[in-house]
């Protein structure tokens, strides 16, 4: 079975730095998805990120970009000049690409918190 | 954008009550999925289904039904609630099995 795993289970980042969220999972396949997602207090969960695993290219989307090492089976997020509304819980994911019965793994958080 | 909605932010019900959590979806997604969240836990598939009245069990479905009897409502019904059944409850849509997911607010409950 898929698992994922998330080393540090709380963070602090001072506004305006550059912080990196670990995430290392464990599977044989060799296609799969791989997600970032954010949980803002008391607010939705939304996508931060997604990498298909056959793409060597790391995803970016403006601050947020991911450093992907297939070998090495490690999905790190890199959030550039942080802000005030990163605080979050930020959740890594990832899914089989022949899903079966369970569509996405979750890891279990790393509580950021941006400090002014 | 999408837009997914769950029927109460809190809840508050007594061992041994039904309990009904319902989520609803305005993006015509095939697929819908139902979570808990507890802290130190992550996220942890309860059930899923991809399609009308089809369901699948997820890694911790003891405890649970669901019911999808339409594509936009997907049901989340605990037969007897107990305690260890408090936890944060989190729907979710997306096109495909493979797609991006889409969250709802979530619910609270809490089993007294």
């Known amino acids: 079975a898929q698992t994922v795993t998330q080393s540090q289970p709380e963070m602090s980042v001072q506004e305006a730095e550059t912080v990196t969220l670990s995430c290392t999972y464990d599977?044989?396949?060799?296609?799969?998805?791989l997600f970032w997602y954010k949980q803002p207090p008391s607010r939705q969960m939304i996508l931060v990120i997604r990498?298909?695993?056959?793409?060597?290219q790391n995803a970016t989307e403006n601050r947020f970009s991911v450093n992907f090492q297939k070998a090495a089976k490690s999905f790190s997020l890199k959030i550039s000049d942080s802000q005030l509304g990163d605080t979050a819980m930020y959740f890594c994911?990832?899914?089989?690409?022949?899903?079966?019965?369970?569509?996405?793994?979750f890891g279990k958080g790393t509580r950021l918190s941006v400090i002014a | 954008d999408v837009k997914v909605t769950q029927s109460s932010r809190y809840l508050v019900k007594r061992t041994g009550e039904k309990v009904f959590l319902e989520c609803v979806q305005d993006?015509?997604?095939?697929?819908m999925f139902w979570y808990r969240q507890d802290p130190g836990l992550g996220l942890r598939l309860i059930y899923f289904?991809?399609?009308?009245?089809?369901?699948e069990k997820g890694d911790i479905p003891e405890g649970y039904s669901v019911s999808r009897e339409k594509k936009e409502r997907f049901s989340l019904i605990l037969e007897s609630a107990s305690t260890n059944q408090t936890s944060m409850y989190l729907c979710?849509?997306?096109?495909?099995?493979?797609?991006?997911?889409?969250f709802g607010p979530g619910t609270r409950l809490l089993v007294l």
């Open positions: 994911a990832f899914m089989n690409s022949f899903s079966g019965n369970t569509p996405l793994v």
């Open positions: 599977t044989s396949e060799n296609n799969y998805y």
């Open positions: 990498q298909e695993a056959y793409k060597q």
């Open positions: 993006m015509d997604h095939e697929n």
């Open positions: 289904s991809y399609d009308v009245k089809m369901k």
């Open positions: 979710a849509t997306a096109t495909g099995i493979q797609e991006t997911q889409y």
